[in-house]
Structure formats: C-alpha cells, structure tokens
C-alpha cells in the first residue's frame, strides 16, 4: 500500500515491497527492517532470522529458504542458493552461486567460488576466482588456484599459481608458481616467478627467486625433493629429487639435481 500523490513531487511512504517496471524494491519477503532488497526475486525468504541483509541483484540471497543473517550479495545469482551461511560477501554475477553452508567467505567477481557449497574463511578475487572449489576453507586465491577443490589453507596469487593443488598448506606468490598439474605437496613457500614451478609432491620447501628450485624447463619434468631452501636468482634451479639442501644466493647449488644435505 502507498500514501501520498505518487504523481506528486512530494513525499511517498510505503509500508511494503513495491515492484517498479518488474524490479522489487524494498525489504524482502521477510519485510525485516534492517533488510535491503533490489531485484527481482532478492532476498525472497520470509524467515526474520535472515536479518541485516543487503541483496542488490536478480535472484541475489534469493533462496526461499534462507534462515542466515549478515548477508551481501551483489549481482545477478550472487549467493543465490545460501540456506544457512552467515557473514558472506558476494559480488559479481553468481558469486557464490551455490553455496548453502559454511561462513565468512569474500568472492568478488564473475562466478567466484561459484561452486562453493559448505566451505568457509575462503576468499577470492579475480572472474572465476576459486571457481573450482567445493568444500576447501580458509583459502586466499587471487588469480591462482584456478583448479583447487577442496584442499585447504592455500595462498595462491598469480596466474597458474597453485592451479592445482590437492593438499593445503602452500603459500605461493607469482606466476607459475607449483603449477604443475599434478601438484599434492604441502606446507611449501614459492615467491617468484616460476618458483618451484614443476614441484609435483615435495613438502617443507622454500622458493623465492625466479626460476628458484623450477627443476626443469621442460614439460612434464617433474620435481619430488623436499626440506629444501631456495634463495636467489636460478638458486638449485635442476634440483629433482634433494633433500635437506640450502642454496642461497644467485645460482647457488644450481646443478644440483639429486644430492642431499648440501
């Protein structure tokens, strides 16, 4: 219902949801006063447990059975299947399109974490940031980790970066950085372009340095070495499969490839 001359310049005051040209605005099916709906079929629940919610978008919070407070999404689907997940940001189209549990996520783009369903703490950045994921958490992928699942605990930034890590507990910062494809190590440290790039299982290591523990140039040539520390400019660049080693410095252990202790 309205009051007022709505064809008036002057003020209007409504008491419910009103739809302009197809377009709801106003609170959401709940009417809930610290609600904000803009779009078709937003924030659609009727549940007052879904409370201090902002839903800017087609579909946005748009599941009819949402019962979760503190809630943004913004964009046409964003968030559009959580049921129960509290203190989520989504923004961009479909961001978070699928999540229905979980908490505390940050997507910001086209279809990022997408396919998240009950993981929680992940944050993503970028156009299908994190799309892959399904029940990881506390992950930070910016650009990399393109086709992580459900590992955990993995700060990937660059392209290629961690693309597809298995286990948790990797930092990487750079390009192609542990982008092989087959990559299952853990608690491993990679600064640099292509640091440790072709690392498929080593764990407990240290790259910083473009280049720094890479391996190998060629495709397919993977690297197994682990408790390794490399520091420098093409440091234990062909290392295969060492371990306990320590190269810093400018090429340092450079043509080391499978001695230990070093």
Excluded: P
């Amino acid at each position: 219902t309205a009051t007022g001359n709505i064809a008036s310049l002057g003020n209007n005051t409504f008491t419910a949801d009103q739809e302009i040209n197809g377009l709801t605005v106003g609170r959401g099916g709940s009417n809930n006063s610290n609600n904000t709906a803009l779009g078709f079929q937003a924030l659609q629940t009727t549940n007052n447990a879904a409370y201090n919610c902002t839903a800017l978008g087609r579909s946005a919070l748009g599941s009819a059975n949402l019962s979760a407070r503190e809630n943004t999404a913004v964009g046409q689907r964003a968030m559009s299947s959580n049921e129960t997940s509290r203190y989520n940001i989504a923004v961009g189209f479909r961001a978070l399109d699928n999540m229905t549990g979980g908490g505390s996520n940050v997507a910001l783009g086209n279809k990022a974490l997408d396919q998240l369903t009950l993981g929680s703490g992940n944050v993503a950045i970028g156009a299908s940031a994190g799309a892959a994921v399904t029940t990881g958490t506390n992950n930070v992928l910016i650009r990399g980790g393109q086709n992580v699942t459900t590992a955990s605990s993995i700060i990937a930034i660059g392209g290629s970066c961690c693309a597809s890590a298995t286990n948790g507990n990797n930092i990487g910062i750079g390009n192609s950085v542990f982008a092989d494809q087959n990559f299952s190590g853990t608690y491993n440290i990679g600064l640099g372009w292509n640091a440790a790039g072709n690392n498929s299982s080593g764990s407990y290591n240290i790259a910083m340095g473009r280049d720094a523990m890479i391996g190998s140039h060629t495709a397919g040539e993977e690297t197994t070495g682990s408790h390794n520390t490399a520091i420098g400019y093409h440091a234990q660049e062909n290392l295969k499969d060492g371990v306990h080693n320590t190269g810093l410095g400018q090429n340092a252990l450079r043509n080391n490839v499978s001695g230990d202790h070093n």
